[in-house]
């Protein structure tokens, strides 16, 4: 079954710092969704995409598909971005999480 | 608007007793729907997934089962909780003609 992989684990960074956090999967995807995790659980659905690059606001995801990796940039990071980002990959029916990569801006 | 309500929010129930947790989504009809659980300080898992009323397919065995008794309504439960089962849960919708994946609030189980 399909295996994703983030980086880092954690991340401890200064605000104003940017922050590139990698997904990494082991077969071909239909599908790349990056989520944020918010302390008390729930999901805020970032960027859904499957491959080249899409921005919003300070956040950029890339994904290239050959290379079976995706990457969240997260540019001049504040205190509020801290949190669990999440990525996910699969088909309609399989979705697999990875463990995701846990954010610390600090002031 | 499109949206996914959870139920309840979170509970505390004993080992040995039911469950049954609710997710109801308003808007498009026909979504595929989703069932993740989350142990604490762990990974998302998908529990199940059901592509139309009255069909559900089983991802992961963890002793819980799941029905879409309606469209737009799809309800996991157990009749014997175990402390495994403790975490939280999560219900998502894609729709047909979409592929983003949204999800409820959650229900947060602790199981004593």
């Known amino acids: 079954g399909q295996q994703v992989q983030q980086s880092p684990a954690s991340l401890v960074l200064q605000e104003g710092e940017n922050a590139e956090l990698q997904c990494n999967f082991s077969t071909s995807l239909n599908s790349m969704q990056w989520f944020y995790q918010r302390p008390e659980g729930s999901l805020v659905s970032l960027f859904y995409?499957?491959?080249g690059t899409k921005q919003s606001g300070r956040l950029t995801s890339t994904t290239v598909i050959k290379e079976r990796r995706s990457s969240l940039h997260i540019s001049s990071s504040q205190i509020t971005d801290s949190g669990t980002y999440l990525c996910d990959t699969g088909g309609a029916d399989r979705l697999t999480f990875g463990k995701g990569t846990q954010l610390i801006i600090q002031p | 608007a499109q949206t996914i309500h959870q139920w309840p929010v979170a509970e505390i129930k004993a080992v040995g007793s039911p469950l049954s947790l609710g997710c109801t989504i308003k808007?498009?009809?026909?979504?595929?729907l989703y069932w993740y659980w989350q142990a604490t300080g762990g990974t998302l898992q998908q529990l199940f997934y059901s592509i139309t009323v009255g069909q559900v397919e089983s991802v992961v065995q963890l002793n819980l089962s799941a029905s879409r008794p309606k469209d737009d309504q799809f309800i996991l439960s157990t009749e014997k909780l175990l402390l495994s089962h403790s975490g939280f849960y999560l219900c998502a919708r894609r729709d047909r003609d979409g592929n983003t994946l949204y999800f409820g609030e959650g229900s947060r189980l602790i199981v004593v």
């Open positions: 808007g498009k009809s026909s979504p595929n």
């Open positions: 995409n499957p491959s």
